[in-house]
């Protein structure tokens, strides 16, 4: 069975760190491009960061580069996203992503990814 399960979500002050996890199962890394999105109450679903299978490429949006790193860990079958210097702006339902039946090529597009998890609330407050 393939499933993507989010946690680490919360309430946090601006200038705050959180760490979300998505624990995979029935995904493979080597073949999967994994992603981060997010979506504030309103809007549309954004890409937030992406890891090609290899690990070795990522790709993050403009607005959270610099702040957010996403890695994976094989071991463990769990994807990351550490989140420094949040923002109020952050706050959004954040969704893990896999992208591997048609292809495994990293995407910004949330049409690409197949596979999704049920999100994690993170609200930052000023």
């Known amino acids: 069975q393939v499933q993507l399960v989010e946690s680490g979500g919360g309430l946090v002050q601006a200038g705050g760190s959180l760490r979300l996890s998505c624990a995979a199962s029935?995904?493979?890394?080597?073949?999967?491009?994994m992603g981060w999105f997010r979506q504030a109450s309103g809007k549309e679903r954004e890409f937030v960061a992406g890891?090609?299978?290899?690990?070795?490429?990522?790709h993050y949006a403009d607005s959270v580069k610099g702040r957010f790193t996403i890695s994976t860990d094989s071991a463990r079958n769990t994807v990351y996203l550490q989140m420094n210097s949040l923002k109020p702006e952050d706050t959004a339902v954040y969704f893990c992503?896999?992208?591997?039946?048609?292809?495994?090529?990293?995407?910004?597009?949330?049409?690409?990814?197949?596979?999704w998890g049920q999100g994690t609330q993170v609200t930052v407050s000023s």
């Open positions: 992503a896999a992208r591997r039946l048609l292809s495994a090529v990293l995407s910004t597009t949330a049409l690409s990814y197949d596979t």
């Open positions: 029935g995904v493979t890394f080597s073949r999967s491009a």
């Open positions: 890891i090609n299978s290899s690990g070795g490429t990522t």
